[in-house]
């Protein structure tokens, strides 16, 4: 079953000029097609861990097949974790219907690594290097 972890809308923070950003994808402003809606985004990559899973799955068996059992008697250890940063990026509504969610985030990874470049070089042209 699908776990949804759903903060209400009247708790969601709205955003201010200073979060502005482009599409992940194209580049452009959010609203550069005169569509007012967007995506904000928050995506990391994660992979099972297939030992943690293996563990986890023989208490199960171990113990009559009762996953909620298995669930309190087991050390809770981590079943996948992240291999990639946090990205929170913004997309726009016509990149949301044309890309499939690898896409965004490999283009996200991209503008990610632009930004920090460029963040790079800025901070060594202020310093004379
Ligand atoms: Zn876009």
């Known amino acids: 079953m699908p776990h949804v972890i759903k903060t209400p809308i009247e ?5 201010k000029r200073s979060d ?7 580049r452009k402003g959010v609203a550069h097609g005169g569509n007012i809606l967007f995506y904000q985004l928050r995506l990391a990559r994660f ?5 943690a899973v293996r ?8 113990l009559g097949g009762c996953a909620r059992l298995a669930d309190v008697m087991s050390p809770d250890e981590d079943l996948a974790r ?3 940063d946090e990205l929170q990026v913004w997309v726009c509504e016509p ?11 490999e283009l996200a990874n991209e503008l990610a690594d632009e930004e920090e470049t460029a963040a790079t070089s800025n901070t060594k042209g202020a ?3």
């Open 127 to 129: 310093n004379g290097g």
């Open 11 to 15: 708790q969601v923070a709205g955003l």
């Open 47 to 51: 992979g099972l861990d297939l030992g």
């Open 95 to 105: 990149c949301s219907l044309m890309h499939p969610l690898a896409v965004i985030f």
């Open 82 to 84: 992240p291999v990639s």
């Open 55 to 62: 563990r986890q799955q023989g208490l199960e068996q171990m």
């Open 20 to 26: 502005v950003q482009n599409c992940a994808c194209c």
